[in-house]
């Protein structure tokens, strides 16, 4: 295999990756970089020189999908190959995308923007096929052929970690993965049988593994702080991705509920999260990859977010729980709006409850000492970080060492590392060299060639 990364830098940006078996070409995600701008923000596409005979898309984060319908134009032939719930989102989300560019002009003046248009989402929509789970499906070209097989990947609805098979060598990509499972979706099931070549995400990479922390005690951790801050009367803000964490979540103030462990105060989302329950729920209904029904909606009684902001520094008029996108805060998202009328106030909370970039907005307030400043810019305001600020452990990425155990199981004779900021990958590089000396890992040079 001659594998290319085809991010822009070493961190986990773009997620997109060019894959050469003999004659075979096929590209593995193609998102868009969360923290850039405009044309910035894309992988290095001008890199595949020639056709593409097959794209694979692991999952329906922009990290991974955001870029997929500039690639679909450029390669009009190639097919996308997804799970079946997959397939039931993309068209979703990659619109949503447009929205957010079409804004994004308005409001910077940045011409990039949109990056592709709805015609484009059509083609990538015609494009898709489901694979089927743990079923090879054979791509070919010139007598030479490649056969994938899909592996659901936990992490977030539809994921999968994709099996390469090319003249007798396996090669693995885990994609992003979780092996716990969680309340939208089961544990990942990938084999752990030998390959020559692991392709392997480290977002934790850098995040010490702690025995004592369990799902079950976060949970349990982040109910009781809801609670707390609601009966002193305060509201709490709630970060989540709309798609995938913020279903979660509600799944697990359901579960609370049901237990009469839940205050009793209103909760509110922001308008894409509460449209893809209903896109989780048809996943759930058609595919067997997602649990989910979007009468968890009816049952917490959840409020749609009013669109009718209030003036940034002021209290919100009415107490609740605010699980809005994004889950980083975002500049302009709801839930960076939003934070502009939480955190000037003690009774108040924000509580994270998944990856947060520290280089974004909500790293940045992580890692704020209070009666810090947080600047508001483009609402012209800046508040005085009163607030309770809070992480919780509910990552849908694994454990590092979950990771290290993973890639000992399948004992390949390359690892090649993915999606993880330098120092999540040094820890990686640095530990699997140490326990498995006759492997070669490798963290890529972006845009170089990799002979594997
Ligand atoms: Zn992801
Ligand atoms: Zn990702």
Redesign the pocket.
């Known amino acids: 295999m001659r594998l290319t990364d085809l991010n822009s830098g070493r961190e986990i940006g773009a997620n997109c990756m060019l894959a050469e078996f003999g004659g075979v070409r096929l590209v593995v995600d193609c998102g868009l970089h969360p923290k850039l701008d405009g044309r910035k923000a894309l992988p290095r596409l001008d890199k595949i020189q020639g056709g593409v005979d097959g794209i694979i898309l692991t999952?329906c984060?922009l990290?991974?999908l955001g870029s997929l319908p500039l690639l679909v134009r450029q390669h009009p032939g190639a097919r996308v190959y997804a799970s079946a719930a997959t397939t039931l989102f993309v068209r979703r989300l990659l619109s949503n995308s447009i929205q957010v560019m079409k804004r994004q002009r308005e409001e910077t003046g940045n011409a990039d923007y949109p990056l592709y248009v709805e015609q484009d989402v059509e083609r990538v929509e015609h494009a898709l096929a489901a694979v089927p789970l743990a079923n090879p499906r054979v791509i070919g070209r010139g007598g030479e052929e490649v056969a994938l097989t899909f592996h659901l990947a936990g992490?977030?609805a539809g994921?999968v970690g994709v099996l390469v098979e090319h003249r007798k060598r396996k090669h693995f990509f885990t994609g992003?993965v979780h092996f716990q499972a969680q309340r939208t979706v089961a544990g990942a099931a990938f084999p752990r049988t030998p390959v020559d070549t692991l392709v392997m995400e480290c977002t934790r990479g850098a995040t010490p593994t702690l025995p004592h922390v369990t799902r079950k005690k976060e949970e349990d951790r982040l109910i009781n702080a809801i609670n707390r801050v609601a009966d002193r009367g305060g509201d709490v803000l709630l970060p989540a991705f709309a798609f995938g964490r913020m279903q979660e979540i509600l799944l697990l103030l359901q579960d609370a509920a049901d237990a009469g462990e839940l205050v009793d105060v209103p909760i509110y989302c922001s308008g894409l999260g509460m449209d893809l329950c209903d896109y989780l729920d048809a996943a759930s209904k058609k595919t067997k990859q997602v649990k989910f029904s979007r009468q968890v909606l009816r049952d917490l009684g959840v409020q749609p977010l009013s669109r009718r902001y209030v003036q940034p520094g002021k209290n919100l008029p009415a107490q609740g729980i605010y699980l809005l996108s994004s889950g980083m805060l975002v500049e302009k998202t709801p839930a960076w709006r939003i934070a502009a009328n939480i955190l000037d106030d003690e009774e108040n909370a924000v509580f994270f409850v998944g990856y947060c970039d520290p280089e974004t907005p909500g790293g940045e307030l992580i890692g704020m000492a209070p009666g810090g400043e947080f600047k508001f810019k483009s609402l012209d305001h800046v508040s005085t970080l009163r607030a309770e600020v809070e992480r919780f452990h509910l990552s849908?990425h694994a454990d590092r060492d979950e990771l290290v155990d993973f890639a000992r199981d399948l004992a390949p004779k390359d690892i090649v590392l993915t999606h993880g900021d330098p120092p999540a990958r040094a820890w990686m590089k640095e530990t699997l060299a140490k326990l498995m000396p006759a492997t070669r890992v490798h963290d890529p040079e972006p845009g170089v060639p990799l002979e594997l």
Request: no cysteine.
């Open positions: 999952h984060h990290d991974h992490h977030a994921a992003d849908g």
